[in-house]
């Protein structure tokens, strides 16, 4: 399978267009200037990668993360309506109390 990799000068900083099989390492000319520069071609994987295998991963981990944002934000507002509601309870006995 040809590939087409765009390849940058190092001399002219020009650029150009080799062809090559993957996993490769060509001698080529540049077009503009004629410097020869040894390019090669990366490794491409038909599987897919280890990394791209643990983004799904990530994915759950900052989800159980938002879920548990969620669970703290709910116990928040439950603490704070008990300690309202218990204000409230104790501020009308003390003021039954004090007629």
């Given at each position: 399978m040809v590939i087409q990799y765009q390849v940058k000068c190092n001399n002219?900083?020009?650029l150009y267009?080799?062809?090559a099989e993957p996993a490769t390492t060509l001698k080529s000319s540049c077009p503009y200037c004629g410097h020869?520069?040894?390019v090669a071609t990366p490794i491409?994987?038909?599987e897919p990668s280890v990394a791209e295998s643990?983004?799904?991963r990530k994915e759950k981990i900052e989800s159980k993360s938002v879920g548990l944002g969620k669970k703290v934000a709910i116990v928040f507002v439950i603490v704070w309506f008990f300690i309202i509601a218990l204000s409230s309870f104790l501020y009308v006995v003390f003021s039954a109390?004090?007629?």
């Open positions: 002219c900083t020009g267009v080799v062809q020869l520069a040894t491409i994987e038909a643990e983004k799904p109390m004090s007629k």
